[in-house]
């Protein structure tokens, strides 16, 4: 009888002791060639093109998101982490990796929109590229992510970023990956503000982003683009840069004739920048997980995200490896024609 009151005791303390985690689960799912429910209620395209000729699809080409439970006013019981470690679809993350202290929800959810925006720009662009198109960048700062970040007082949003260290800087992707190199080190960064070029020196700090340490100089860029026609991407509560790669697809589909993927039930996650390149995304498994339970049997992965996935897959899910948007597209070849053996996986 003791042990068994010692036990809801425990039990009840552990219900209400605070944590410093918070658990990843999947989140919908949203096919890209498809439709979406609006803030109206309307179902409304996913994407829409006006201004060129498009064709019909079929299958789906299926973005995945991940939920987070808890945040630093209300984090998960211990009794919730438990059931959540025990669930292979979870995952228990330190508070710090998704809620960085200092920031407010309100700065999160706009950062991660302003991410998205850019997400959607630069998967049109590395889309229209891919079939031809010429299409023109400028990378501008879009906020800064607080008032003591390295870049605080030396840029400001609507300067259009030109070089660091000597680079032209293509696009944000380009940016980040000057600035990692550099390890800590000053970067030069050439920029104009209204019509005149100057340069400024930041010294990046580091921060943690989706669980991993990265230089930053405290910006978020938006890269705007010309295109040779209108392509809008409609898509409420939904935040970050991971579904790049399944709207770059998606569009690509839109504007070619048949079903590239042959009518199957594909789903996939990755960034990408404007040339092509697939970047990696947070959540993975939580992703694998949402795209099988949504009746996906095919999964496009970043090849940077396959030591996450070896070993995570579930039963029924096939899942392939890719670089670029080209890797991306030969995947779907090979699942169109049923010629998959040799396709790239997470071995």
Same mark, same amino acid.
């Given at each position: 009888?003791?042990?068994?009151?010692?036990?809801?005791?425990?039990? #009840?303390?552990?219900?209400?002791?605070?944590?410093?985690?918070? &658990?990843?689960?999947?989140?919908?799912?949203?096919?890209?060639?498809?439709?979406?429910?609006?803030?109206?209620?309307?179902?409304?395209?996913?994407?829409?093109?006006?201004?060129?000729?498009?064709?019909?699809?079929?299958?789906?080409?299926?973005?995945?998101?991940?939920?987070?439970?808890?945040?630093?006013?209300?984090?998960?019981?211990?009794? +919730?982490?438990?059931?959540?470690?025990?669930?292979?679809?979870?995952?228990?993350?330190?508070?710090?990796?998704?809620?960085?202290?200092?920031?407010?929800?309100?700065?999160?959810?706009?950062?991660?929109?302003?991410?998205?925006?850019?997400?959607?720009? +630069?998967?049109?662009?590395?889309?229209?590229?891919?079939?031809?198109?010429?299409? !023109?960048?400028?990378?501008? #700062?879009?906020?800064?992510?607080?008032?003591?970040?390295?870049?605080?007082?030396?840029?400001?949003?609507?300067?259009?970023?030109?070089?660091?260290? !000597?680079?032209?800087?293509?696009?944000?992707?380009?940016?980040?990956?000057?600035?990692?190199?550099?390890?800590?080190?000053?970067?030069?960064?050439?920029?104009?503000?209204? !019509?005149?070029?100057?340069?400024?020196?930041?010294?990046?700090?580091?921060?943690? &982003?989706?669980?991993?340490?990265?230089?930053?100089?405290?910006?978020?860029?938006?890269?705007?683009?010309?295109?040779?026609?209108? #392509?809008?991407?409609?898509?409420?509560?939904? !935040?970050?840069?991971?579904?790049?790669?399944?709207?770059?697809? =998606?569009?690509?589909?839109?504007?070619?004739?048949?079903?590239?993927?042959?009518?199957?039930?594909?789903?996939?996650?990755?960034?990408?920048?404007?040339?092509?390149?697939?970047?990696?995304?947070?959540?993975?498994?939580?992703?694998?997980?949402?795209?099988?339970?949504?009746?996906?049997?095919?999964?496009?992965?970043?090849?940077?995200?396959? =030591?996450?996935? #070896?070993?995570?897959?579930?039963?029924?899910?096939?899942?392939?490896?890719?670089?670029?948007?080209?890797?991306?597209?030969?995947?779907?070849?090979?699942?169109?024609?049923?010629?998959?053996?040799?396709?790239?996986?997470?071995?």
């Amino acid at each position: 009888m003791w042990a068994v009151v010692v036990a809801i005791v425990v039990l #009840v303390v552990l219900t209400f002791l605070p944590t410093a985690y918070v &658990i990843q689960r999947p989140g919908p799912v949203y096919d890209t060639i498809g439709t979406a429910e609006s803030a109206d209620g309307e179902q409304l395209p996913l994407i829409e093109i006006s201004g060129a000729e498009t064709y019909p699809t079929s299958g789906t080409l299926d973005l995945t998101t991940v939920q987070v439970v808890g945040n630093r006013e209300r984090t998960p019981s211990w009794f +919730e982490l438990a059931l959540a470690w025990a669930d292979p679809s979870r995952a228990v993350v330190p508070i710090d990796a998704v809620f960085p202290e200092g920031v407010s929800p309100e700065q999160r959810d706009e950062q991660n929109a302003t991410l998205m925006v850019d997400s959607q720009a +630069e998967a049109t662009a590395a889309a229209l590229s891919e079939l031809g198109h010429d299409v !023109g960048a400028e990378v501008e #700062v879009a906020a800064l992510a607080g008032e003591d970040v390295p870049a605080a007082g030396l840029l400001e949003p609507g300067d259009e970023i030109v070089s660091a260290d !000597g680079t032209r800087v293509a696009d944000a992707a380009a940016l980040r990956e000057l600035i990692q190199q550099g390890g800590g080190d000053p970067v030069e960064i050439v920029y104009e503000r209204d !019509g005149v070029r100057d340069s400024v020196r930041i010294t990046p700090e580091q921060a943690a &982003i989706d669980g991993e340490t990265a230089w930053l100089i405290g910006i978020t860029l938006t890269t705007t683009f010309d295109f040779p026609f209108d #392509v809008k991407i409609q898509l409420d509560n939904v !935040g970050g840069p991971s579904a790049g790669m399944m709207f770059a697809l =998606g569009i690509v589909d839109v504007l070619t004739p048949g079903a590239l993927n042959g009518g199957e039930e594909v789903a996939g996650t990755g960034t990408i920048a404007a040339d092509g390149t697939v970047g990696p995304i947070g959540g993975i498994r939580q992703k694998l997980y949402g795209a099988r339970e949504a009746g996906a049997e095919w999964f496009l992965a970043p090849a940077a995200n396959c =030591g996450e996935v #070896v070993g995570h897959v579930p039963e029924g899910l096939h899942v392939f490896s890719v670089e670029t948007l080209d890797d991306a597209l030969d995947a779907l070849d090979g699942i169109k024609a049923g010629e998959t053996a040799e396709l790239p996986t997470c071995g």
